[in-house]
């Protein structure tokens, strides 16, 4: 019997010991700096500053009331998200 | 082209001040998951006909120029319109022919990736992955959004009455959605699944409180295989370790803020990183 609650002891003393344990905090912050270091940059973002229309159909719409050529660009996959 | 020609001030500048400026993915014109109106799609066709018969050249990934009443009259395959000086001299041509007044954007440039429709029981999520490789053209951020059901961020709180140092592991299901996004940018011509993931786990130990907040943290790992072209199966994977923290309000009911990043990840011979947060946290 004692063979068997032995390791399930250890364990949730592990577990308890591995929840109070003050680095803990340390990589909570770290984590955040990764996330926060790893986000898009402005330069990344670039397309951002553009003035997209929606759709085809809208680009001509404003291109005749405007008097402006469309610019199409057809591709494939998600440009918006760089997965493409 | 995000990561060349459209982020090259120029090319901005002629696209907001003299053009009308539209993105069009073709996985939304053709194919099952096509989401495009019918009106939408007869019109590209109509134009990709035009564009065809006046000899100007076509292509699935390509540059269209189009005359403010909507003709075909001018075009760039993509491997010439990467080339910013090449695409630059076809706009500022394109200017001098037609001669559009400049002014302001027609429409204000907005943020591009943004956070999908989610109704107020669901929880939303956002992954960045980047390659740590320089100087490559695949070098730019990949970026997605995961939206989660009451039903499924649910299954990330701790067990009833849980103390601290309790444990428990993510189910197969949420884990999957809330991973299969980690893999760096690579050839995406379409958003169709094809990882295969081979091993996975999010384990979850509960903290002690602090101020109101229960905490727990996110130990995870993962192997998944993922061709890097789509229908070109080959035997990259991506292997990654990773750490989180959630915090949940002081019943233990809700999720109010989660983080998980990549401690070490390759994919082939190459690092990258992954980070996810959730955005937006269920309200009801």
């Known amino acids: ?84 | 082209m995000r990561v060349g020609p459209l982020s090259n001030s120029k090319v901005i500048s002629l696209l907001n001040h003299y053009f009308i400026p539209v993105y069009v993915s073709n996985e939304d014109y053709f194919g099952k998951g096509a989401t495009a109106s019918a009106e939408e799609r007869v019109e590209r066709q109509r134009l990709v006909a035009e564009f065809g018969n006046k000899g100007l050249g076509t292509g699935d990934v390509h540059v269209y120029i189009l005359s403010p009443d909507g003709h075909a009259a001018a075009g760039l395959d993509i491997g010439s319109a990467m080339d910013t000086n090449r695409l630059t001299q076809l706009l500022e041509g394109v200017v001098k022919k037609f001669g559009p007044r400049s002014g302001e954007p027609v429409i204000p440039p907005a943020v591009q990736s943004s956070m999908p429709p989610a109704d107020s029981a669901s929880a939303v999520f956002y992954v960045v992955t980047r390659r740590f490789e320089k100087n490559s053209p695949e070098d730019f951020p990949g970026e997605n959004w995961i939206v989660l059901s009451r039903g499924e961020w649910q299954k990330l709180l701790p067990p009833q009455a849980a103390n601290p140092g309790a444990t428990w592991i993510l189910d197969k299901e949420v884990t999957t959605k809330l991973l299969t996004n980690f893999y760096p940018p690579t050839e995406d011509t379409s958003s169709a699944d094809r990882n295969h993931i081979e091993r996975q786990e999010l384990r979850l130990t509960l903290l002690p409180a602090q101020t109101g907040v229960s905490r727990a943290r996110i130990d995870g790992s993962l192997k998944m295989k993922r061709s890097y072209y789509p229908g070109k199966p080959d035997d990259r994977f991506v292997e990654a370790t990773l750490l989180g923290f959630a915090e949940f309000d002081r019943a233990g009911s809700r999720i109010q803020a989660l983080q998980l990043v990549t401690k070490d990840a390759s994919y082939a011979d190459g690092s990258f990183g992954a980070a996810m947060r959730m955005i937006q946290p269920a309200t009801e």
């Open chain 1, 1 to 84: 019997m004692k063979k068997s609650i032995l390791p399930i002891a250890l364990a949730v003393l592990s577990s308890v010991a591995a929840a109070k344990d003050p680095s803990n905090d340390k990589l909570a912050n770290w984590v955040r700096q990764r996330v926060h270091q790893w986000q898009p940059t402005r330069e990344e973002r670039r397309l951002d500053e553009i003035g997209w229309a929606r759709n085809i159909r809208e680009a001509e719409q404003l291109g005749r009331e405007h008097t402006r050529p469309v610019f199409l660009f057809t591709h494939d996959g998600r440009i918006a998200t760089g997965r493409c």
